[in-house]
């Protein structure tokens, strides 16, 4: 058998031998007695020395390849041969293109200023694109930097997307261009999500994220292009590593690896621009052990503005002095959210834009989104959200604090659809206002009130009728009294039920920056720790019309289990509810739901 192996490797070893041109063989001294028979131990003797003929000539093949000042001399080492072999295979590689100094100039003044601290740039390059490993929390990414979160959300908000209502196309990781991105309202619970967080597999979340950040290069591309950046230190090899975990490769290959000014980015940036969404999914799926280490949010950042396009990034906002990483925390500004949400890098949440005279204007949101916006600053009357990002296509928020940025979600479409009696009222008021010929006044004639009814199919008892009508003329105040006490079932606003059309729902609110869980400890030898992980809250929501009395919210009992269904009426078991509860994020939910009361368990949900 080891005769058959030094036989085969004998062979091998002469075929490579005579790749190009034959080699030069390397004679042993005749022997005496030459044409005797051999025995075994000469046989194998006279292999080894052809076989180190041709390894010899690979060698020299080789060191041709290399200039004569580079070329390695005796003391070289083995080690140094293959670091030489591997950069010279490196550079036969396409590793992107460079950026050129005016560029890179640009780029690294846009995103940082001119003057940033040795902190802010630690923060962006110290912070991957990770799930967290917690069970519980395994569907969110983890932040580990303050900073980055702006990024790490949106693309956490886009996840969630297709985590939860697209989890069977996650199968192909290459889908069509926003497939699902119609503009049409979807049906009350044509989409209601799973709420088994723990249930997703490693491969669909990375099929997931792969998909988000596509579509959001995609958008910041204009449905046109997607720039993909990395770094010239790590490049295609990643993709040909098979002797080694790729993560390993990376993290070395990184090693000494800063980004501290314009100079270092042109020096360590490649980037590939991909027309197709095929083909920068595909080479997405193959980078993102790159997005997951150390600096892939500021990589996905940079590939973000450069799909946008330099020039349009400055063009789209308001003051493009000021960088989009904010000091002195180095946060990512209002702009960043925006480009990773909507495409464009405009600094405001309002609709459409702000006309201030003279020919100037303030860029806001100018369409409807996929996943949407909410800032604890609207409560505070610091800016007003706009419906394009408080009604986006899927229950999905980006939670927006003083320095921080979470997610907050829904697992039914449901929660979006207006509130049944407060759609009913609007129908009655639109009837009204069509009848009002005062001028806005808010009353009407008697014969134009007979219209409005009939049009409604509003079934008023004769004495009520004849109440309203009494006066010669009708006013809305009250009208809506009237109706506000008539059953649903007569056409009116009054639900038997005692909900008096509130709606009951149930938001998730993920923060994926690691914080001590109070409610889950881990034995040490000092007593029980706090767990460090990422935290994810389930709120119960109530929501009552906006025209329900105050003392409603908070006296009337409500259907024990209910999650926002409708009910009959009949046996219904009631408990009396819970006190409502208080925290930032209530705060913010009001912007969306006014009036809303919430309640969770353990710890209160945290923005910050």
Known sequence: ?????????????????????????????????????????????????????????????????????????????????????????AKEVNLGDELSEKEAYQLFSMVFGGCVSKDILTQWSNQGIRFSPDPETSMGLVQHEGGPCGVLATIQAFVLKHLLFFPDELVNVVPSLRQNSSSSRLSKNQYVASNNFAAFSEDAKTRALVRSMGEILFLCGNDKKAVIATLSSIGHGIE??????????????????????????????????????????????????????????????????????????????????????????????????????????????????????????????????????????????????????????????????????????????????????????????????????????????????????????????????????????????????????????????????????????????????AKSDLNVCQATSGGETPIQRPRLTKLRVSVPPRWTPEEFMADVAVPSGSAGSESSGKDIEVAKPEPPQHAPLVDCIRTRWPRAVCNWVGDPPSIV
């Open 1 to 89: 058998m080891a005769d058959q192996r030094e036989e085969e490797d004998l062979r091998m070893a002469l075929r490579m031998s005579m790749q190009n041109s034959p080699p030069e063989p390397k004679r042993s001294k005749p022997r005496e007695g030459a044409n005797r028979l051999t025995t075994p131990e000469e046989s194998r003797r006279l292999q080894r020395e052809l076989m180190a003929a041709a390894a010899e000539k690979r060698m020299l093949v080789s060191a041709k390849s290399i200039p004569d000042s580079c070329s390695p001399s005796k003391s070289e080492s083995g080690g140094d041969l293959g670091r030489k072999e591997m950069e010279r295979k």
């Open 240 to 513: 040909s590593s098979e002797d080694r975990p790729k993560d390993v490769t990376i993290a070395q290959a990184l090693e000494g690896v800063s980004i501290a000014s314009a100079s270092d980015l042109q020096k360590v940036l490649r980037v590939d621009t991909y027309t197709t969404p095929a083909s920068a999914f595909k080479r997405l799926q193959a980078m993102i052990p790159v997005f997951q280490s150390r600096m892939g949010a500021l990589l996905f950042l940079i590939s973000a503005l450069l799909s946008r396009g330099l020039d349009c990034v400055q063009a789209d906002r308001d003051d493009p002095s000021l960088p989009l990483v904010t000091a002195p925390f180095g946060h990512a500004s209002q702009e960043i959210v925006n480009l990773l949400l909507c495409g464009q890098a405009v600094p405001n949440v309002f609709d459409g834009r702000m006309d201030l005279g003279s020919g100037m204007f303030l860029k806001g949101i100018s369409s409807n989104v996929e996943v949407g916006f909410l800032t604890l600053l609207e409560s505070l009357n610091f800016c007003k959200v706009g419906q394009n990002l408080k009604c986006p296509k899927w229950p999905i928020w980006v939670i927006g604090s003083d320095s921080h940025y979470t997610v907050l979600f829904a697992l039914d479409t449901a929660v979006q659809d207006e509130n049944e009696l407060e759609e009913r009222e609007s129908q009655i008021r639109k009837a009204f206002d069509t009848q009002d010929q005062s001028g806005g006044g808010g009353f009407i004639s008697v014969e134009g009130f007979h219209q409005v009814l009939r049009e409604t199919n509003v079934r008023l008892p004769s004495e009520k009728l004849n109440s309203l009508c009494s006066s010669g003329f009708i006013v809305w105040s009250e009208f809506l009294q009237v109706i506000l006490d008539l059953d649903k079932s007569l056409g009116g606003l009054k639900d038997s039920t005692g909900q008096m059309g509130r709606k009951i729902f149930d938001l998730y609110h993920f923060n994926g920056i």
